[in-house]
């Protein structure tokens, strides 16, 4: 197809970018290089996704890049997470650089790996090849992981370290499975070159053998479950994304989790294709879900950090997306939906916790009291978000947590119907109580002051709209690009 | 040219390595052993010899020799010493009790290996891919019971040897350009962690894991 | 029967003695010292046996008949053992086992024979005894099971005497894993460094020697004898398995066999002279290790 060669550019452009940021000379600057070039990036994402959208599947190098409407899905997300993440970046460390807290090696650090991780992300999504997809997750491990301790705190070192460990290990698991996979498709006889290309397996799906094919979906289940910080392997998760830098926090939560649930899904098919399409996989995968909205609601129940709140959202919501994989069906095209709507609000709901931590000097809730008034941008865009977050209309994630009820009621799963609504119900009174003492209550009286420029008052009110808007109307591209998404992995609405 | 003796020869090198990692009480024995069992385990694809292509597999032998037998050894030999931490292990678990768990690992693999019904690999005999296994979880072993925060990237170091041996057992080919992202991606990880251990080692006065508990909840 | 049968348990009887006087004589001259003469241990036992016995009051007729037992058991055993392609007096499917049993016995009464005596010492010894040969009888049956396994054969003689040239470049890595561990069985079934130390005087840190202080005069004999013989059996094990020499020629098997069983009284006076006692914690961590080459071994084997 004619517009094929794209794909090259969107993955040379944050390399070049990331080769830039270390020959800059002020932090400033690269911030702002971060700022327009991550924007510009994600411009440009956005834009190779409309092109999906509209012309089909892309795919370059001999099928080893490949985006088709699932991907492309992803990418559109990731475009959403990537720029405005960048464009806050420049805020949040403008911030610390004024504070002398942030100086110039930092600064080509953040910029480097910023925008490596970006392309580690990006590559996940376009690579085809099942071992390279496996090396682009293992790589935003690793170059996020020094993003995690940008500061260098024993607090920071400790997340670091049981992220690398955890995820480095996690994911080998995937790696493991990712054989079994390869050794699954030997009766094929494929050549070495093909065995492991996704549109290849897929279009075979039902000759794989399905011992092995089986083995290999739990490994794969539980590497990139840990990956996504799915419980009960999530034990890293709360850790590193509260003391990540803000910036680093939403587009780990916005995007990074879901790339790992994106790899998943590209399995979802293969194995329930070798078993038969008995609901095998989707079973496992809906147990998961399950598990992780229990536990997180837990632990958000007692929870008094404003990030590691967050954090444990994001582990109850990928269970849900989860969920709505397992379940299937609609449930399938729920759950992608869902995925967007929580990273788009997620990102939020950390930039303001984000900014009113730098104001308060802590991210205790108990601490923060008043923040409405004390910084009504972001005060007002930390409750708005944790209210969506738990699920009050009309915002778009009440609207796909309900697709996915609908979908738990369509298929009779009265156990996952029951289980969903305590969980949800759980979080809602948790998050809700600590997020009202937060916003209202005493105001406390901080030295700090900030000032909020326009840029702020779009992403927070860009945002919200997109919610709402979402909600109340899908439009139709997008909807028609979620429902082929949604057939890929195998639902059949 | 297939060997099987000599594959075997690796092969019982390679559980020996995982015996002594885990009997030895010396992060320096336990770092050479690693070493040991890199350069073996990474002369599999010469000897098994199903390459089509003899290039390929000589290239990927040095690749992995190289690094997961030189450069790994390198590498955490320095951070032992720049770290200046105890050399003694100190394991949570005894070492008696990780040698009868690492018997116990092989026995299991082979059972598994022998009720499991994997598609017939490629050559190579019936023992490759429990010993891969085996040296998979004898890593996981490393990694949970070691409270040294270099054991664990040992521990790391070790699963990747054992899923390179059990790779190379089941499939055979695998794409060069995969073999050699998860090359570059197994460097990378231990580099960083080697970096990380320097760097709690300096922050902290120690590298004890079980002490990195100041977050719960 | 064949008068060749007779040559293995007779070359045991006879030469278990000077066994013990190569390796004295070795680790002397690792030590730069002139030593003892090779044939101190048959003056020894001449001595002892020319001598009367005292016993405690409190003890019984255990003690007494303790050192006579275990001296019985062992030289049953080494009926029943080849010295490699040498088959053993008595041989029968299943005298692996009775092989394995009989050391047992001995051992079961020489820590009776320690108990009944009444001393502390003797008593911790015992138990330490008692302790290590627990770790070391499942590698010492481990191996004997790899061999048997091999032979398809469950006689001793017939499973040793199988190991040939061509099975060794068949079943190498097994062989060698069975070598190692029989020859840390060997060690520590003997009381040998780097187990136990045969020549130290400090009754806390020996197992085999402070279990038998209490005995003196013929008991004594009868005790140093069946040490004697265990390590040639022991070591004809360890000899028969590495020289895998079965020309069917009794004399030139004798040979070489005695030949081995020089070298290997050497080889274990350099290991002796070479290594330090491990701290006693430490010695299990290496039988344990010895049972899980055994076990290798078996694993290699049976597949």
Known sequence: MAADWILWPILTFPVLSAGLCLTLHSPQRILGAVAFLGFLWALLLGAVAVTVMYLGTLSAARHWLTLDMLSSYHL??????FGASSLYARHYFSFEIAHDEFNLEDGRKFGALWFGSGTAMVSVLLCNNLGLMWVGIE??????????????TPLSLEAMWKYLVVCSVGVAFAFIGTLLVAASALELGLAAEDTLLWTVLDGSAERLSPGPMKLAFVFLLVGYGTKAGLAPMHSWLPDAHSQAPTPVSAILSGFMLNAALYCIMRYLPLVEGATGHLGWGRALVTLLGMISMVLAAAFILFQHDGKRLLAYSSVEHMGIIALGLGLGGIGTFAGLWHAMNHSICKILAFFSIGSLGQLYGTHDLGKMAGAMRRSPLWGLGFFVSVLILIGSAPFAIFMSELQILRAAIHQEAWVVLAIFLAAAALVFIGALKLAIAAAWGEEVVVPRTQSSSIIDVLLVIGALGLL???????????HGMMESAAQIIGGRP | MNHPSLIEAVLVTVVLTNLQLLGSSRLKICIHMVGLQGIVAGLLPVLLDHEANPLRAWLLVVGSVAIKGIVFPKLLLRVLRDAGVCREVEPFVGYILSLLAAVSALMFSLWMGSTLVLPQAPVGTTLMAPVGFTTILVGLLVIITRRKAISQVIGYVVVENGIYIFG????????????????MDAFVAVFLMGI???????EFDHIDVDRLNRMQG | MDATALLAPLAALVLAPLFLGIINRTKAFFAGRHGQPLFQLYFDLQKLLGKGATYSRTSTWIVRGGPIIGLAALMVVVLLVPLGGLSGLVRFPG??????YLLSMARFFTVLAALDVGSSFEGMGASREVFFSTLTEPTLMLSLAVLAHQSHSLSLSSALGAVTVTSWLQHGTSLVLVFVALLVVCLAENARIPIDDPNTHLELTMIHEVMVLDHGGPDLAFILYGSALKLWIFASLVVGLVLPVRTGVAFLDLGSMLLGMGLLAIVLGCIESTMARLRLLRVPNLLVGATTLATLALVLAVR
Do not use: N, Q
């Open chain 2, 196 to 202: 990380a251990v320097y760097k709690i080692s300096r």
């Open chain 1, 468 to 478: 709402l808007l979402l909600g109340l109307w899908l439009p139709t591209p997008l």
């Open chain 2, 168 to 183: 190379v057992a089941l499939v055979g080919g695998v794409p060069m350009l995969v073999e050699l992202g998860v090359l």
């Open chain 3, 95 to 100: 005298d692996l086992l009775l092989f394995a």
């Open chain 1, 76 to 81: 559109l997300i990731f475009g959403m997470v």
């Open chain 1, 139 to 152: 790589a935003t491990t690793l170059l996020t992981a020094f993003l995690v301790c940008a500061h260098v």
